[in-house]
């Protein structure tokens, strides 16, 4: 994945025709892309994400929805390397979102498989304060193992609910047996696809006891597959652009967003939209938490 030949190889900084991307302490946000791709159990590809959303993220106005979030700054770090296992990148992933907290910035990871997710919760872990973890997906991903590894995508909110962080889940349509007893013993609060389809949502999503701290994982197969088909695992009913942007909203009520992540995008050389709708979805996060902070 993302040798030279690559329609995604020597990607830009994040939207950085328009906006001159910023030294790490003048930025607050930074942009970690995280090439990883080894679980992948359907249709692969994850490993270019991150460099397609670079990419993708040179086409888009600066100014959306009535200000220019990128005036904040925005830092587009080296790609983690994501050759070695899978605990040894879960450190470097940990390390690298452990840098940029230190500096009171906000990490954006570029995915890459939605394993990676655990890293950065690691790293907020060690900062000893209360949060919670805020999921957009088509799955549940609360499988104890899958294929012999417990950290594949499909397990890596059983390993977060393992360290005893609550997390909220929006848009889930599909999940095995074992995964809705799991979560119905656990107690683990959610709003799938289907209840936002017949009802939308409620004007407040979050439980009142939620940590005031989220952090947002993103993976756009939450979105529906008609304008999210870059996906390995697509699932038909997901949400439509608006409806996530809806959740995003709602979920950052009276809550600090401390961090996100947008991952499992996996890019269909020369079909530019899905990798376009992602990178848009990123500067979206970054308007809505700047925002919600003011």
């Keep these: 994945m993302n ?20 030294e790490p302490e003048d930025a607050t946000f930074h942009v970690i892309p995280i090439p990883w791709e080894t679980s992948v159990s359907y249709g692969d590809g994850t490993g270019d994400g991150p460099n397609a959303i670079l990419h993708a993220s040179t086409q888009l106005e600066a100014f959306i929805d009535g200000g220019v979030p990128g005036r904040a700054g925005i830092y587009t770090a080296p790609p983690i390397e994501c050759d070695s296992n899978a605990p040894e990148t879960l450190d470097r992933i940990r390390a690298a979102t452990a840098q940029t907290l230190q500096m009171e910035k906000i990490p954006i990871l570029l995915g890459g498989e939605h394993a ?17 973890v805020v999921q957009f997906d088509a799955h549940a991903d609360l499988r104890d193992s899958y294929q012999g590894n417990k950290h594949s995508h499909a397990c890596v909110m059983k390993r977060i609910v393992d360290l005893g962080i609550p997390i909220f889940q929006i848009g889930v349509r599909a999940l ?6 799991f979560r119905q013993s656990r107690n683990i609060a959610h709003i799938d696809a289907d ?19 989220i952090f ?12 999210m088909p870059s996906t390995g695992t697509p699932e038909p009913g997901g949400l439509n652009w608006y409806q996530a942007i809806e959740g995003l909203q709602n979920a950052m009520k009276r809550r600090t967003v401390i961090g996100a992540d947008v991952v499992e995008l996996a890019p269909i ?14 500067y979206k996060l970054m308007d809505l938490i700047l925002k919600n902070r003011n």
């Design 116 to 132: 990676l997710t655990l890293g950065p919760i690691l790293a907020i872990k060690e900062r000893n304060i209360p949060f919670g």
């Design 3 to 22: 040798d030279s030949s690559s329609p995604f190889a020597n990607p830009p900084a994040f939207h950085s025709d328009d906006l001159p991307p910023r």
């Design 216 to 227: 947002i994982t993103f993976d756009v197969d939450g979105l529906d597959p008609s304008i």
């Design 195 to 213: 209840e936002i389809a017949r009802s939308g949502f409620p004007e407040t999503i979050l439980p009142a006891d939620f940590p005031k701290n």
């Design 176 to 181: 095995s047996e074992a995964e809705h007893d």
């Design 269 to 282: 050389p020369g079909f530019h939209a899905p990798d376009f709708t992602a990178a848009k979805l990123v």
